[in-house]
């Protein structure tokens, strides 16, 4: 499978935008997806993932109350909704994904965001740019 993400932009501070993260090649129904971002200079960073299954949100403390996570019914498709957007979440935003075959979703997602490194199918990434 290959992962592309798109939808980034620029946005003025308290916009929205939808980034998309679509896969060829296979569908998320095996799999869980997760979005990181990456500010310059800065480490890349989990924000919300989703269990491709059953569309189980798994949110960090910087996508509560402002990000939601969707997938869409042919599960080819994961979208990013990032609502009232700050200059802080100027970002390169990626999208990766792990398969859950003989494993467990929720700890595969958990794996995921505790060790980003450790993940080996990446998107290329959509630059977010939010302007104050």
């Known amino acids: 499978v290959q992962l592309q993400a798109s939808g980034g932009g620029l946005v003025q501070a308290g916009g929205s935008l939808r980034l998309s993260c679509t896969a060829s090649?296979?569908?998320?129904?095996?799999?869980?997806v997760g979005w990181f971002r990456q500010a310059p200079g800065q480490e890349r960073k989990g924000v919300i993932g989703?269990?491709?299954?059953?569309?189980?949100?798994y949110y960090t403390d910087s996508a509560k109350g402002r990000f939601t996570i969707s997938i869409n019914g042919a599960k080819n498709t994961v979208w990013l909704q990032l609502n009232g957007l700050k200059p802080e979440d100027t970002a390169r935003y990626f999208c990766?994904?792990?398969?859950?075959?003989?494993?467990?979703?929720?700890?595969?997602?958990?794996?995921?965001?505790?060790?980003?490194?450790?993940?080996?199918?990446w998107g290329q990434g959509t630059l977010v740019t939010v302007s104050s």
């Open positions: 090649g296979d569908v998320f129904g095996a799999y869980v």
């Open positions: 990766a994904a792990e398969t859950t075959i003989g494993r467990d979703p929720l700890i595969t997602i958990g794996t995921m965001f505790r060790a980003p490194q450790a993940i080996g199918l």
């Open positions: 989703i269990i491709g299954r059953d569309g189980s949100a």
